[in-house]
């Protein structure tokens, strides 16, 4: 059985007369992304000018890539502030305010820990011998964190500017940021998402509102396809195991103004006697998670916020991530693996919202 979301408001502006889909795509951020355009002509140029808005965010704040402006943060001398881009400034903004909320169950600044648990820039939780770190080293790195203060400033003309920062437009002026020593940004829970909307931003300032665009599994739709039926994606399902008792029922997502990001503990991770150490790490605890959920689901306006937030909610476990949930509205789907196999299903009032009635 299919259920379906819809978004609560449709817009009646439908493709013009003669538009067919137009298809873009490539490599970025270590995954790939796509875009399909609805318009009767798109201008040229369009791809590579699409390409420029990912590499622009690669280049600024991707921790891969060590001569990234966050590459630079990261090896900046202890006590020093640091000049940011704007886009940057607004992207490490909104990390650091989901963390605040989360109460850290979320962390831009917890890069050091991700590293050390194999799943960092220098990889090694899948090659052979890779150890774990010990108990007095989870240790270390959480007193390690915890005596870290990161603090942004943000300059006259961006903190006017920042109003709205989620919709991934241009912003003016930018900000600095203090580096007290050894923190490692990682933004790889939110900067896919940002891209989503980096794309978006572009495609409707070249006068095209109707689209869908991915980065990575990471969605953001508007406006409609030429049939006038809206973009229509299924939410991630977790992985059917053989031991699987059942598994959540298909949900249809009408992307219409409207983004989706899934957090999932399937997607990287290693086992070690029998323990699923997952790639989602709670900086908390400076260790994996370990709560039983599968995977989180968010959909939001803007894709940054999905992804920042279904991160969070993952961490947060399903109690205290429901309660942040109906707390801040966020539409989210929790999927809990049960003890025996199987799966249960957890949506959010706001989620429950958007259901529409089930289609066979």
């Not at 502030?81 to 917890?110: H, I, K, N, T």
């Not at 406006?223 to 039926?229: E, L, N, V």
């Amino acid at each position: 059985m299919r259920r379906i979301l819809l978004p609560h408001q449709i817009a009646d502006l439908a493709p013009l007369a003669g538009s067919a889909v137009h298809r873009f795509g490539g490599l970025s951020m270590g995954t790939s992304w796509s875009v399909l355009v609805a318009a009767p002509a798109v201008p040229p140029g369009l791809q590579a000018l699409l390409q420029r808005q990912l590499d622009s965010v690669v280049g600024e704040m991707s921790h891969w890539e060590p001569d990234s402006d966050l590459g630079r943060y990261n090896r900046a001398a202890p006590g020093s502030w640091q000049q940011l881009l704007p886009a940057f400034f607004d992207v490490l903004s909104f990390a650091m305010e989901v963390a605040r909320l989360s109460g850290g169950a979320y962390d831009p600044c917890a890069g050091a820990i991700v590293n050390a648990w194999g799943f960092g820039p220098g990889g090694g939780h899948d090659q052979p011998g890779f150890a774990a770190p010990t108990a007095a080293r989870v240790a270390e790195l959480r007193a390690q964190r915890a005596g870290q203060q990161v603090l942004l400033e943000a300059g006259q003309a961006q903190a006017a500017a920042q109003r709205g920062m989620q919709d991934g437009g241009p912003r003016a002026g930018g900000g600095r940021a203090y580096q007290p020593g050894g923190v490692q940004l990682d933004l790889s829970a939110v900067a896919k998402g940002y891209g989503v909307d980096r794309l978006a931003h572009c495609l409707m300032a070249q006068g095209l509102p109707h689209f869908l665009v991915e980065v990575g599994g990471e969605l953001r739709g508007a406006g409609m396809k030429p049939d006038g039926q809206p973009w229509w994606v299924v939410l991630e399902p977790p992985p059917v195991e053989a031991s699987d008792a059942a598994a959540p029922g298909e949900i249809a997502l009408a992307l219409h103004g409207l983004s989706v990001a899934t957090s999932g503990d399937y997607r990287r991770y290693f086992l070690r006697d029998g323990t699923r150490y997952a790639h989602t790490i709670d900086p908390r605890s400076a260790a994996p998670i370990d709560n039983g959920l599968a995977s989180v689901t968010v959909v939001h306006p803007h894709c940054m916020a999905a992804d920042a937030w279904s991160t969070a909610l993952t961490v947060l476990g399903v109690q205290q991530g429901m309660a942040l949930a109906e707390r801040q509205g966020l539409a989210a789907r929790f999927v809990l693996r049960g003890a025996a196999g199987g799966y249960t299903e957890h949506l959010s009032s706001p989620m429950r919202a958007m259901l529409d009635d089930d289609v066979n």
